[in-house]
């Protein structure tokens, strides 16, 4: 069974940090580029950030650039999102997912989801 966990979120003041975790069991890990999305009340989800197999990232947000920083370890199945000078603007549901060949960091193209943990950034 495909699984995406993701953990690490939680309620943080303006300028503080969250890593978040996405655990992944039940694919061959490897295989996949990994992306973590947000979704915000009222709005569409959208892409923070991918990372692909072997190059390392392949996208981030414009909104997050120089503040999250997404790494992987193939060898523990995990995907990790490291954000930094969190603002109030970053509170969200944050999801990760799997794809095998993503031509874009964009959610309608991403086949596997988690379910999602809640980051709430207060001012």
């Known amino acids: 069974e495909v699984q995406l966990v993701e953990s690490g979120g939680g309620l943080v003041q303006a300028g503080g940090s969250l890593r978040l975790s996405c655990a992944a069991s039940?694919?061959?890990?490897?295989?996949?580029?990994i992306g973590w999305f947000r979704q915000a009340p009222g709005k569409e989800r959208e892409g923070v950030s991918c990372?692909?197999?072997?190059?390392?990232?392949?996208y981030y947000a414009d909104s997050v650039k120089g503040r999250f920083t997404i790494s992987r370890d193939n060898a523990k199945n995990r995907v990790y999102l490291q954000m930094n000078s969190l603002k109030p603007e970053d509170t969200a549901v944050y999801y990760c997912?799997?794809?095998?060949?993503?031509?874009?960091?964009?959610?309608?193209?991403?086949?596997?989801w988690g379910q999602g943990t809640q980051v709430t950034v207060s001012s």
């Open positions: 997912a799997a794809d095998r060949y993503p031509a874009l960091c964009r959610a309608d193209i991403f086949g596997r």
């Open positions: 039940g694919f061959t890990f490897d295989d996949y580029v």
């Open positions: 990372i692909t197999i072997m190059d390392g990232p392949m």
